[in-house]
């Protein structure tokens, strides 16, 4: 763990995370210490993208496909791996849902086992396509 350095007017600056898949409270407190300027932590707020345990449950159901761009979708996003950034969009498939939808078998055992995948937003709406509003 690194060094925690203190704020001068906010001590540890503690911020309840949020999940960034769901956006509810994840049960845990951060202790965000000093921040730029010694601003003040905001009470809730994202700080990683590990699920919250509801939403692991979830992804735990089968392959979970994590929409992403290959830019921020706001400033000072940090990206997820390497070089993509998401989009808080994510739906869980079955593998043979996977297999189904995924003509090339070694890709589709490749997603299988990572249990995860990212696609992009046209990928995305292909699968989970929205409702048209009336």
Not at 55 to 79: A, K, R, S
Request: glycine residues 8%; charged residues 20%.
């Amino acid at each position: 763990m690194a060094d925690l350095r203190i704020s001068q007017k906010h001590g540890v600056n503690p911020m309840i995370p949020i999940c960034f898949f769901c956006n509810e409270e994840r049960n845990e407190v951060a202790l965000l210490g000093y921040l730029p300027g010694d601003k003040q932590a905001p009470m809730h707020g994202v700080i990683d993208y590990e699920p919250c345990h509801g939403c692991q449950i979830q992804m735990e159901q089968g392959v979970t496909l994590i929409e992403v761009n290959d830019y921020p979708n706001h400033e000072h996003q940090p990206p997820m791996g390497d070089r993509y950034y998401p989009t808080g969009r994510w739906l869980v498939m079955t593998e043979e849902g996977i297999l189904n939808t995924i003509n090339d078998l070694e890709m589709a055992n490749g997603i299988i086992n990572e249990g995860r995948a990212f696609i992009p937003p046209e990928v995305f709406e292909m699968l989970n396509p929205r409702e048209e509003e009336a």
